[in-house]
């Protein structure tokens, strides 16, 4: 009599599916390695696959190209960035809205974990592929949910109020970037892009209006 066949698919579908979390996760930290190392030239699927300890075949399994490769690197670390302003603006340490502005300025700046080559590389290659709107956007939807909801004391912002803050911090970081200034990470930088949010908070609670508008 023929023994029954044992149900053994679905115990093996969560270590699968775990090692494949894995084997991305491996990618992904090898590919910011490769281009921490040698920026874009160097930047090769084998290169990133090497790095990784993986077959180039198993990269290709997960990835199609270098594009698709940065792309979610770049997803990646935004969503580890937004994760770390969330936690910002929850700041007990310093409740503050000074406080919770310069941790999360701080998170912003500090992103990839300090690899600047491979933060440069990866926005030159954002930048290119002409996707910048689009990665913009849950860092768009998360601070106008933030301005939507003030935090102990935030302004609460308006969708104009959230653009132009955010595009005005977001770019600064982003030019200091792009540009390798060696002020980077500096307390001073820090200390300007708070000065900058603040100002701007600031005005917007005292209800400034702002320039006022001509009629020509």
């Given at each position: 009599m023929a023994r029954p066949r044992q149900p053994i698919e679905n115990n093996r579908r969560i270590p699968h599916q775990a090692?494949?979390?894995?084997?991305?996760?491996?990618?992904?930290?090898?590919?910011?390695?490769?281009?921490?190392?040698?920026?874009?030239?160097?930047?090769?699927?084998?290169?990133?696959?090497?790095?990784?300890?993986?077959?180039?075949?198993?990269?290709?399994?997960?990835?199609?190209?270098?594009?698709?490769?940065?792309?979610?690197?770049?997803?990646?670390?935004?969503?580890?960035?937004?994760?770390?302003?969330?936690?910002?603006?929850?700041?007990?340490?310093?409740?503050?809205?000074?406080?919770?502005?310069?941790?999360?300025?701080?998170?912003?700046?500090?992103?990839?974990?300090?690899?600047?080559?491979?933060?440069?590389?990866?926005?030159?290659?954002?930048?290119?592929?002409g996707i910048t709107v689009e990665m913009m956007g849950p860092i768009a939807a998360f601070i106008a949910e933030t301005g939507a909801a003030p935090h102990r004391g935030l302004a609460r912002l308006s969708p104009e109020q959230v653009f132009v803050l955010s595009r005005a911090l977001m770019g600064a970081i982003r030019a200091a970037v792009l540009e390798e200034q060696p002020f980077l990470r500096s307390p001073t930088f820090e200390d300007e892009l708070v000065r900058l949010v603040m100002a701007y908070l600031q005005a917007v609670t005292a209800g400034d209006p702002g320039p006022r508008r001509t009629i020509a």
């Open positions: 090692r494949a979390t894995e084997t991305v996760a491996a990618i992904l930290e090898g590919a910011a390695q490769v281009l921490e190392a040698g920026g874009l030239p160097a930047f090769t699927t084998n290169a990133v696959a090497e790095r990784a300890g993986v077959s180039i075949g198993t990269l290709y399994q997960y990835f199609a190209d270098k594009s698709a490769l940065l792309r979610a690197l770049a997803e990646r670390e935004m969503t580890a960035t937004l994760a770390a302003v969330a936690k910002a603006l929850r700041s007990e340490t310093d409740p503050s809205v000074e406080g919770r502005v310069r941790a999360t300025v701080r998170a912003m700046v500090n992103a990839f974990r300090g690899r600047q080559r491979a933060r440069k590389a990866v926005v030159q290659a954002v930048l290119a592929q």
